[in-house]
């Protein structure tokens, strides 16, 4: 499975997607809150990741592909029911 998703200006980590909301043409993606303290030598800031991401097949149609591959992919990982 890919870890990390990347888009045409954007690099998802996989794992902090808590959910995608699927609509007709577009795709709201949810993504963990979690709010980082970068310290460094030349500055102190926060990097917060986003809340929420739309995607849209008609604004972002290359987008909306691969997510739409991703989520396919997902639905193989599934055990098989007996």
């Not at 699927?22 to 030598?41: F, G, S």
């Not at 008609?58 to 691969?66: G, S, V, W």
């Amino acid at each position: 499975m890919v870890r990390f998703i990347r888009l045409t200006n954007l690099i998802l980590n996989s794992s902090h997607i808590s959910k995608i909301v699927m609509k007709p043409n577009a795709y709201l993606i949810h993504m963990t809150n979690r709010k980082v303290d970068e310290h460094n030598i030349f500055n102190d800031r926060k990097v917060s990741s986003y809340e929420e991401i739309e995607i849209c097949s008609c604004k972002q149609p290359l987008d909306y592909k691969i997510m739409t591959e991703w989520i396919k992919q997902l639905h193989f990982l599934k055990p098989k029911k007996k």
